[in-house]
């Protein structure tokens, strides 16, 4: 178990130093898996977003983001990662709920919190913002009205 513990501890210290994101096998919302390290956006910005279908702050800032979400595509070609923590027991509400929303993002599940752990998610709402070389240039805890416009300065700011 400790030697477990400190491997995590070096990932997670390996993550935040470098920036880079963690070798970890996600499925999407249709079953395809994807290597959360080899996704890319071509040269342009991601946004990160650790939400869950049961916590409040987490949709209401993935709904106002939706709003937005167009223009800020095209503008700067970003593209928004929205990484489900739902476990076993909510998993099931992930799909529905996205599909009644409209999103456009790209939804991951994380039912093991295993991304959650590497990028050291404590709580969500979490957003990272990751510039056009794959590194993590910010990141933001919680929500509040507003915030996005945090996150947008900073992604206009790339």
């Known amino acids: 178990m400790k030697k477990l513990?400190?491997?995590l501890s070096l990932l997670m210290f390996s993550i935040l130093i470098l920036g880079q994101l963690p070798s970890v096998n996600?499925?999407?919302m249709e079953g395809n898996s994807h290597n959360f390290a080899k996704l890319n956006n071509n040269g342009k910005p991601m946004i990160i977003s650790f939400w869950a279908t049961w916590c409040k702050p987490c949709k209401a800032e993935l709904n106002t983001i939706a709003e937005e979400y167009e223009d800020w595509v095209d503008?700067?070609?970003v593209k928004l990662i929205a990484v489900s923590i739902d476990d076993a027991r909510s998993s099931s509400r992930v799909e529905p709920y996205v599909n009644a929303q409209g999103w456009e993002y790209l939804v991951l599940m994380d039912p093991n919190s295993d991304?959650?752990?590497?990028m050291g998610v404590n709580n969500v709402p979490h957003t990272f913002l990751v510039n056009g070389e794959g590194k993590i240039v910010w990141d933001h805890n919680n929500y509040s009205p507003g915030d996005e416009e945090e996150l947008y300065e900073k992604l206009t700011g790339l």
């Open 75 to 77: 503008e700067t070609g």
């Open 5 to 7: 513990t400190s491997l």
């Open 26 to 28: 996600l499925k999407d």
């Open 115 to 118: 991304l959650r752990r590497a």
